[in-house]
């Protein structure tokens, strides 16, 4: 199928054509990052972050204080991975 991927198969376009389809997606693009950067921001600010940053300072002072160090791996392991999904 060459830059399309698989043959046998029509180019996903919804339907759009020409100018439409173009801004349709720089909205649809647009809302995304907006939404994910909020989402940053967001979780920045929560004890997540705190953790976050406890971790990435000093990791056996942040697990003296209690901050389990394989569990905030793992949460930041998936929210990368569904930012890397999204994009």
């Known amino acids: ?3 399309y991927g698989l043959s046998g198969y029509d180019r996903l376009d919804f339907g759009l054509r ?3 389809r173009w801004l349709i997606t720089y909205y649809v693009a647009l809302g995304l990052l907006v939404l994910a950067s909020l989402f940053t921001w967001l979780i920045i600010r929560s004890p997540y ?3 976050f940053a406890a971790l990435r300072d000093s990791e056996p002072y942040a697990v003296a204080r209690g901050v ?3 569990q905030f791996r793992l949460v930041v392991f998936a929210i990368s ?3 890397t999904g999204v994009a």
């Open 1 to 3: 199928g060459g830059q």
């Open 18 to 20: 020409g100018e439409d």
């Open 49 to 51: 972050g705190l953790a």
């Open 68 to 70: 389990p160090p394989y």
């Open 81 to 83: 991975a569904f930012f």
